[in-house]
């Protein structure tokens, strides 16, 4: 406990003002106790104070101009955690609130995600300060192929292979792949995921996020006797992990009845119209308020507070990190929540978290709910190392079977190390076993 405090103590003193990275290095020392004290030999192989710092970290200009011929710049980051497993592999994200520690809390809980599908990925992520939000899709080229122009050096198939995060989906994918090929003169599929189906894509990415939520929140219902159908679910967000979450959880005879973006939040007792949902969101870019008027009935567009005041049984946060605080927790409890999925990165704060622990809610961390994508991620790797492409029912058995596969194993490893039931021990522990076995096996690098 001792050493995990001072070496708490001395990546905040080597990372100063890296709030959100200070906030995932805690969470993952916090489940480390009972490791350290089972395995001195971690500790001896420095393996914890290697593990927070990144292998490698790249910033980089990245200027471009505008539709109106003005000269912009933005910052560039990608930061490449840990290769124990496998390549560097997350997303990039694209927001104005991006700077170095987003992407180092990003990357550090992408390490111990990635390790806990089972996949050989190792952990790393990026992005920008960039704030695509009004832009023209000519500006969102020119910004993703000056991106390109530095970040190619960086990346491959067999060293780092970055994906979508916020900001970055189908579209950016595209025009960064195409920048890729341009500059290297190599149709290297496997060097970026969430690529287009007739290029080398997986079908069940663009889902996978959202549904692997749903099946985890579902896993985790059965575990008390109950499961995902007849349940009141509240979803926060509006973008690609939101709406496939609403999607999957309908599916499997739930009713959702929120989603959100920053502007605020909507309503809808007969539960939400997903095609409606993406219209809106992914065909017009539109605003939240724009389901309700398209949608009318029984639906409701509210313009303060969040959708955590909502009455409903699971909650699956799936929009930004810490939007779910205490408060929000005792809301949640109050009305009887059962189960909450993270969806998002991080979403919930720590003192959220510990309130969900106390009242014996069922809490799926998010390097373990959220995982299904960057599995999937790593299945779109397979296939491309294949020269294949598997068929939507195919990829999607892959996925629920990982799904369960994680599950299960953060169970058996809170039951193993002490905490039973206790899902974000179980995550952490065995996430971090992992990669810390292997960083020993390859030696001081
Ligand atoms: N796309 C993926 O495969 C994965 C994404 N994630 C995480 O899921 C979260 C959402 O990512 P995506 O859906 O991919 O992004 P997206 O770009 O498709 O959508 C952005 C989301 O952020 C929400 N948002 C941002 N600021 C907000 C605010 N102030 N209030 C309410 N909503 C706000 C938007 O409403 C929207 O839901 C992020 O935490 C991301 O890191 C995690 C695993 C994989
Ligand atoms: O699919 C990937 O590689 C990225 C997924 C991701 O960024 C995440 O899991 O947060």
Redesign the pocket.
């Known amino acids: 406990m001792h050493n995990l405090e001072n070496l708490r103590q001395e990546v905040l003193q080597r990372n100063p003002g890296e709030t959100e990275f200070h906030q995932a290095v805690a969470e993952v020392f916090g489940a480390l106790t009972p490791v350290v004290e089972r395995h001195p030999e971690y500790v001896e192989a420095g393996i914890l104070r290697r593990m927070c710092e990144p292998e490698r970290q790249i910033i980089f200009r990245v200027p471009w101009t505008d539709d109106e011929g003005n000269v912009q710049v933005n910052r560039g980051f990608r930061v490449e955690f840990n290769s124990a497993l496998g390549p560097y592999k997350g997303?990039l994200?694209f927001?104005p609130t991006v700077y170095l520690g987003i992407v180092k809390f990003?990357g550090f809980e992408q390490i111990f995600k990635n390790a806990l599908t089972g996949m050989p990925i190792g952990g790393g992520k990026g992005g920008s300060d960039f704030n695509p939000a009004g832009r023209s899709e000519g500006e969102i080229m020119r910004f993703c192929q000056s991106f390109m122009t530095e970040l190619y050096r960086h990346i491959g198939e067999y060293t780092d292979v970055p994906?979508?995060?916020?900001?970055?989906?189908s579209r950016e994918i595209g025009f960064l792949f195409g920048q890729y090929k341009r500059i290297t003169n190599r149709f290297e599929a496997g060097v970026l995921t969430?690529k287009g189906v007739s290029w080398g894509g997986s079908l069940v990415r663009p889902e996978?996020?959202?549904y692997g939520t749903v099946m985890f929140a579902d896993h985790m219902l059965r575990t008390r006797g109950q499961g995902m159908e007849g349940q009141r679910v509240l979803v926060?967000?509006?973008?690609?992990?939101?709406i496939n979450a609403i999607e999957k959880a309908q599916q499997l005879g739930a009713v959702a009845v929120t989603a959100?973006?920053?502007s605020g939040f909507v309503v809808d007792e007969d539960g939400i119209d997903v095609d409606l949902l993406r219209q809106v969101k992914e065909v017009r870019r539109g605003r939240?308020g724009e389901y309700v008027e398209l949608r009318g009935g029984r639906s409701r567009f509210v313009s303060e507070g969040s959708v955590w005041s909502v009455p409903g049984t699971i909650a699956l946060p799936?929009?930004?990190?810490n939007?779910l605080d205490e408060a929000d927790a005792k809301r949640l409890v109050e009305n009887g929540v059962l189960a909450v999925a993270e969806?998002?990165?991080?979403?919930c704060t720590q003192r959220a978290v510990e309130l969900f622990g106390e009242a014996g809610v069922l809490f799926g961390p998010?390097k373990a709910a959220?995982?299904g994508?960057?599995a999937t991620s790593a299945l779109e790797m397979q296939q491309n190392a294949s020269r294949d492409s598997w068929s939507f029912d195919f990829t999607h058995d892959r996925l629920e079977q990982i799904m369960g596969d994680i599950h299960d194993r953060c169970l058996e490893t809170a039951d193993e190390y002490g905490s039973p039931g206790n899902y974000v021990a179980g995550a952490n522990i065995a996430g971090f076993v992992k990669v810390a076995d292997a960083m020993l096996a390859q030696g001081l690098v």
């Open positions: 997303g994200r927001h990003l994906a979508g995060d916020v900001g970055v989906g969430g996978a996020t959202g926060s967000g509006s973008g690609n992990v939101a959100s973006d920053s939240i799936s929009a930004t990190q939007e969806g998002a990165n991080m979403p998010a959220n995982a994508g960057v």
